[in-house]
Each structure stands twice: as structure tokens, then as C-alpha cells.
């Protein structure tokens, strides 16, 4: 049973372009959550999804940022139009319905670069 | 202030020593306090959970809470190199938590 997969591991990106990190869930497993990590700081939640459903985005900024996880196929983190400051590691996690945090996994996150 | 205070470290200690990191908070609506494990760059590992407060132990590793001083500890007993890692506190108010709240985590550094 494969753990949480993200993708790409490392994604290097300039100013203005667009980043997409992919976020697999374990088998079973139907609620899916994105965090951010800076140096230095803890993970800060971003957004909590279900299939086809956003649950709670009161973590993502406002503009540029957006998620999805669509019924078919991994769940998608898009930042448009990067800047410095989005540089970071982004984590995903899941657990299985009615799981939540106590049972949750995380994936080995995506360090995103912004030259 | 933070909702959840975490000293970085780093924490250097020798082999077999006795490790307590601590976590101090605010919210008084958490319930559920977690410690993880993070390795140099990989994703947090789910060590123990505990609910309200009291102590729980799983092998070498004890977690305590104390609601009434806002006070959590993770004790590692006869550390080990392979321990060295960054440990993360989370807590959330309910298990439904995906508003968990990470603590900022310690360097744990133990020397053979």
C-alpha cells in the first residue's frame, strides 16, 4: 500500500510562471489536506478537501492560490503568477473518512523554488 | 503570540540520554495533542497522540499533557542517533482537525 505521494519533489520556477504540485492520497483514503512550511516556522494549514468538494480554504491566500481534487485523479495545489515568498516546502496529507488528524499521513512534500 | 510556542533548538544530546521537548499554548478549546517526527527533508511522521490530558506511552517515547498549565511534553528514554530529527507538536480542538496547529518544531541532535 503506497503512502501519500506528491510530486514533482522539487519544482523550480521563475517569477510570474505558474506552479502546480500533485498530491496522491493513500488508498482508502477520501479527505485530503495541503500545508505550507517556511523555514524556521511550523506547518500552517492551507485547505481541507474531499472528492469534487473544497471543505475549508480559510488557510489559502486570497489570490494566486487554489486547489482542487477532482473525483478522478490526484488533487492539485495551483499557485498563479509566482513570487519569492512562495518559496517553501508544501506538504499534503490524507486520512480515510471520519479519520481525521489523528490518522492522517503526510506525503514527503514538494519544495518549491521561486528564482 | 503564537497559539502554539516551540522551542527550535537545537537540542544536542548524548546517547542513552533522557530528551523532553515541550510545547506551551493558548487555545483552551485543543483537545488533541499530537507529536510528529520530521526528518531532514521528508514529511512529518504521526509518533503519538493523546487526548485531553493525562500521560500515554508507546516504547520509549511517553507524551504528557497538562490542560491546566497549557503544558505538553514528549520524553524520549535512551536516545538513539537514529532519533535525531525535528519533532513537531500539533494540536487540534477535535479530531475532525483539519485546522490542526504546529508548533514551530525542535532540532533533536543525539551524538553516538
Known amino acids: 500500500n503506497a503512502g501519500v505521494m506528491q510530486n514533482p519533489r522539487h519544482l523550480v520556477r521563475r517569477r510570474g510562471q505558474e506552479a502546480r504540485l500533485r498530491c496522491s492520497p493513500m488508498?482508502?483514503?477520501?479527505?485530503v489536506y495541503w500545508y505550507r512550511q517556511l523555514p524556521e516556522e511550523g506547518l500552517k494549514f492551507m485547505v481541507y478537501l474531499q472528492k469534487e468538494n473544497i471543505i475549508d480554504e480559510s488557510g489559502m491566500p486570497k489570490e494566486r492560490f487554489s486547489a482542487e481534487f477532482p473525483k478522478e485523479g490526484p488533487s492539485i495545489l495551483r499557485i498563479q503568477q509566482v513570487v519569492r515568498g512562495d518559496s517553501a516546502a508544501y506538504f499534503c496529507?490524507?486520512?480515510?473518512?471520519?479519520?481525521?488528524?489523528?490518522?492522517?499521513?503526510f506525503g514527503q512534500g514538494t519544495r518549491l523554488t521561486v528564482v | 503570540q503564537k497559539e502554539v510556542e516551540q522551542d527550535p533548538g537545537p537540542l544536542s544530546v548524548p546517547e542513552g540520554a533522557i530528551v523532553s521537548l515541550n510545547c506551551t499554548y493558548s487555545?483552551?478549546?485543543?483537545?488533541?495533542f499530537m507529536w510528529y517526527r520530521q526528518y531532514s527533508r521528508k514529511g512529518p511522521e504521526l509518533l503519538m497522540y493523546?487526548?485531553?490530558?493525562g500521560n500515554k506511552e508507546d516504547g520509549r517515547f511517553t507524551a504528557q499533557v497538562d490542560k491546566s498549565s497549557k503544558y505538553i511534553s514528549l520524553f524520549i528514554r535512551d536516545s538513539q542517533p537514529s532519533d535525531s530529527a525535528t519533532y513537531l507538536c500539533a494540536m487540534s480542538p477535535n479530531t475532525g482537525g483539519f485546522k490542526t496547529i504546529f508548533g514551530a518544531g525542535t532540532r533533536l541532535f543525539v551524538k553516538a
Open positions: 493523546t487526548y485531553s490530558s
Open positions: 496529507a490524507s486520512s480515510p473518512a471520519r479519520g481525521g488528524n489523528t490518522e492522517a499521513f
Open positions: 487555545n483552551s478549546a485543543f483537545q488533541y
Open positions: 488508498k482508502g483514503h477520501s479527505h
